[in-house]
């Protein structure tokens, strides 16, 4: 048996199509969505995101206001800048992009985005609402997998074992209250699990998020199980760089009845997810269904 390969560029795509079509109706009715994104320093990889946020935001018709700030800025010049975004009514979503230079609290600058312009879901009150099962800006990341579970595996997801490797504030804990939502049974497992892999074997679905290359191999995964790898790390073979995933690939795809690649798996998606996410938002700013 060979995996389904997971297709998250052509599931992204047709995300962001959806995101196209309602930022089309929007404009209409007179509200143009407009995301604001944060950028403080100059690390190469952040540089990398944002410049690939604003251009799907742009190729959305979403408008984009990019904001480039210095790593020295002081915390105070940030919650100033986030402070006004949130007045600003052409603004309906504010991503600032982690990680933060450590003069500046990211638990301070994530509490000063106001909820309903929170289209990363960090903040606290979304993150309630997401525990409570009440409607919410959700975490991109875990909402694209969540997507991709549901193109794979139909809309219903009800009554299936899940298993989430990882319990990160992005990705793990938000992962599985989104399972828990669609009522699947949900196990979490981390650095602490003596059993982790026996664990592993029961799920019909395997979402892996630990940052450690190829952590998942086939004895963690039950023939005909789903595994939606998340991790993306970067190892050099033979002197040359390459990303892997937190899933052995090639062990796995044989046992798997279907597999994200890396890249080209999940990734696609979390951007997809921030523009529907920014969507939404300016939906619920307007007072519109």
Known sequence: MSALIIDGKAIAEKTLANAREETALLIKAGVHPGLAVVLVGEDPA????????VEKARSCGIASFEHRLSAKTPETELLSLIHRLNQDNAIHGILVQLPLPPQISEQKVLAAIRPE??????????????????????PCTPLGCLLLLKETLGQDLSG????????????????????LREHCAVTIVHSRVKNAAALSREADIVVAA?????????????PGAT??????????ENGKNRLVGD??????????????????????????CLM??????????????
């Not at 312009?117 to 959700?138: P, Y």
């Not at 630990?210 to 039950?222: I, L």
């Open 46 to 53: 952040s540089q990398v995101y944002v410049k690939n946020k």
């Open 117 to 138: 312009k929170d289209v990363d879901g960090f903040h606290a009150e979304n993150v309630g609402a997401l525990q409570q099962g009440r409607q919410a800006l959700t």
């Open 160 to 179: 299936k074992h899940a298993i989430v490797i990882g319990r990160s504030n992005i990705v793990g804990k938000p992962m599985a209250a989104l399972l």
């Open 210 to 222: 630990v940052g450690r290359a190829g952590m998942v191999n086939a004895d963690w995964v039950k």
């Open 227 to 236: 595994v939606i790898d998340v991790g993306i790390n970067r190892i050099t």
């Open 247 to 272: 899933v052995d690939f090639t062990s796995v795809s044989p046992v798997a009845a279907a597999i994200t690649p890396v890249p080209g798996g999940v990734g696609p998606m979390t951007i997809a």
């Open 276 to 289: 529907q996410n920014t969507v939404h938002a300016a939906k619920a700013i307007a007072g519109l269904p």
